[in-house]
């Protein structure tokens, strides 16, 4: 990790700044270094390196206390986090407790949050279907919300571009309502659920579909993945533990690795950030205030790329 080395303004200056590490962070840490751009990324909770920090990720069941299960105690301390299907005794290192970070609900609204480098990149459920045109002119269609300005065709492009680098199973299902893209081979279906598409089918035609679900896994690596160190997922079915092969996507196994190697990332863990600085003369945001988490000090950062 890069350093951040002397309290002058030219060591914390940076072509631009991107807040949280996660699956949008690491994503865009990725972009603006391709482009020659030195970025700096705030992450508000501890580092977490591909495969040194996943400590749980080849233990065997009996090598956990409770065989993987959550304790009672637990269960009534997390009501929130508890409720994601990903919490576990192997898990839970990566998600924010209850009692860190209450969640205050007017509406019942499971706001799960990973607090640490790659963010919730590490226990997300991969799944990655396409907005299609429908959801794109949902607003002007049905007269609701504000009319998106962009239509499908706009992003279109970008799903490719994203795609490809990241590795999305699926197969080519002809459908307009969920649109195909730079797929890997999808991945079958079991036996029950290919004789329920077969019963779906029978009896709707092609008003119902049952598909393989396009999902972030590497079924079958290009040479854009090996690049990236990562390999064919092994269907361990223990992906939100870390997966040390790379198997599916984290910002931890693919975008922020892929950022450092440009040399042009500053990478910041314990940072929390306080507040927007925001010039009133030129009326842009110029930098932010941060909070070290483990000194208490308050730090300026400053970016050069105005927004």
């Known amino acids: 990790m890069a350093n951040i080395v002397g309290d ?28 020659g751009l030195k ?18 990720t080849n233990l065997y069941p009996y090598e956990l206390e409770h065989r993987g299960e959550i304790t009672y105690a637990d269960k009534q301390a997390n009501p929130i986090a508890n409720r994601c299907y990903a919490y576990k005794e192997d898990t839970k290192h990566f998600f924010a407790s209850d009692e860190e970070h209450p969640y205050i609900q007017e509406k019942e609204f499971d706001w799960i949050r ?26 002007a269609r049905d007269g609701f919300a504000v009319d998106w300005p962009i239509r499908y065709a706009d992003i279109a492009p970008w799903y490719d571009h ?17 649109p195909d893209g730079e797929f890997l081979p999808g991945y079958p279906l079991n036996a029950v659920e290919d004789y329920f598409q077969k019963t779906v089918h029978q009896h709707y035609g092609k008003q119902r579909h049952i598909i393989s679900a396009r999902c972030a896994h590497l079924s079958e690596p290009k040479a854009i993945h090996i690049e990236q160190g990562r390999v064919k997922c092994q269907n361990r079915v223990l992906c939100q533990r870390g997966c040390p092969f790379g198997g599916y996507f984290s910002s931890n196994s693919s975008t922020l690795p892929w950022a450092m190697k440009t040399g042009n990332l500053t990478l910041r863990p314990f940072s929390t950030v306080h507040s927007i600085l925001y010039d009133q003369d030129q009326q842009k945001a110029i930098g932010v205030k ?8 308050e730090i300026d950062f400053l970016q050069r790329l105005f927004l």
């Open 162 to 178: 994203v795609e490809r680098f990241v590795g999305i199973a699926g197969n080519k299902d002809g459908l307009d309502t969920l």
């Open 39 to 56: 970025t700096l990324v705030l992450e508000r909770g501890r580092d977490v390196a591909h495969i040194k920090d996943y400590p749980t």
């Open 290 to 297: 941060v909070i070290d988490t483990d000194s208490g000090e």
């Open 8 to 35: 002058t303004v030219k060591a914390r200056t940076f072509d631009a700044i991107v807040i949280g590490s996660g699956a949008s962070g690491g994503w865009a840490a990725k972009e603006l270094t391709e482009k």
């Open 114 to 139: 990973g607090y640490q480098v790659g963010g919730k990149s590490l226990i997300w459920a991969r799944q990655t279907q396409r907005w299609s045109q429908y959801d794109f002119e949902g607003p």
